[in-house]
């Protein structure tokens, strides 16, 4: 087990190092959408920290109902923030019309996975509670698209929720569910879900982790699921992963539309496109799937 943890902390110090570098030149050359309020920085926990704000983007001249995106951001768990999804969060909600939550959590391996879903559920219990949104369409992209996964889940299933000893105090519903490019199942030992377990021990207070939390189709079986919408591209290394997600909603009787984008000769549809350039003709193609999907 310690080699294990060595391989994926050296595995996760370069994923960060990578993304990091990467994410830099492509933030400092976004151009961030017009006719979009934003609300940024709002904090849903009780402690003053990045981890525990979120924005609310709303396009120009439409008020916050009860209704709204949820957006989670990727980053293999270990990285990133609401800012790497900024721009696509304001582009789908001038689209949509409907307001775009986007929400910061904390980073593995300081927290573990259940750590992260209440940070989650928090935001969820206060936009219910002090902005009175209490229908969400979660949107998530690669390790983001799991834990969108897992907070549809536990939303719809109190034994889920004993079993990760979370506690969600509204009645928020979600209505659908859209992953871009999504992660849904991992190797207990090897990164990043290795790190949804606490390397050295378990925080006091945290239930040990049911065996379903490793691969998304069991506990989608156990709670069933909302209307989906799976977006992937011929570049994303993750592109059969998604096939194989479609297949299962399928055979489940789970309403799911699919999307996978193209590349062209000058860009490539590679892993999250839709987030790292949601001005491209295919990245509309996916956020108009979305908005379909949560209309329903």
Known sequence: MIIERLIADKARKEFIKGATRTDKMRLEMEQLPRDCDTECDILYADTDIPENKLDIYTRRGIEVGDEAF??????????????????????LAVFSGMPVVNVNYHHMPEKTL??????????????????GIRKVHLVGDSAGGYL?????????????RKDMNITIESDTEALSLASIC?????ERNSFPSIYFERPFGKEEGEAELPSY?????????????????????????????NVKMRDFLEGEGIPVKFFDAISSETK???HVFAISDPGWQESHTALNLIIENARG
């Open 268 to 270: 490539l549809a590679t």
């Open 70 to 91: 949820f957006l989670v951001h990727g980053g293999a768990f270990v990285y990133g923030s609401k800012e790497l999804d900024k721009c696509f969060g304001m582009t």
């Open 182 to 186: 999504g992660i849904y199942e991992g």
């Open 114 to 131: 259940i750590g992260v879903a209440n940070d989650l559920c928090t935001a969820i219990d206060f936009l219910a509670r002090d902005r």
């Open 213 to 241: 939390i490793y691969d998304t189709k069991e506990i989608i079986r156990r709670t069933g699921f909302p209307r989906t919408c799976l977006i992937t591209g011929d570049k994303d290394f993750l592109h059969d992963v």
């Open 148 to 160: 969108v996964v897992l907070l549809a889940c536990l939303l719809r299933s109190e034994s889920v």
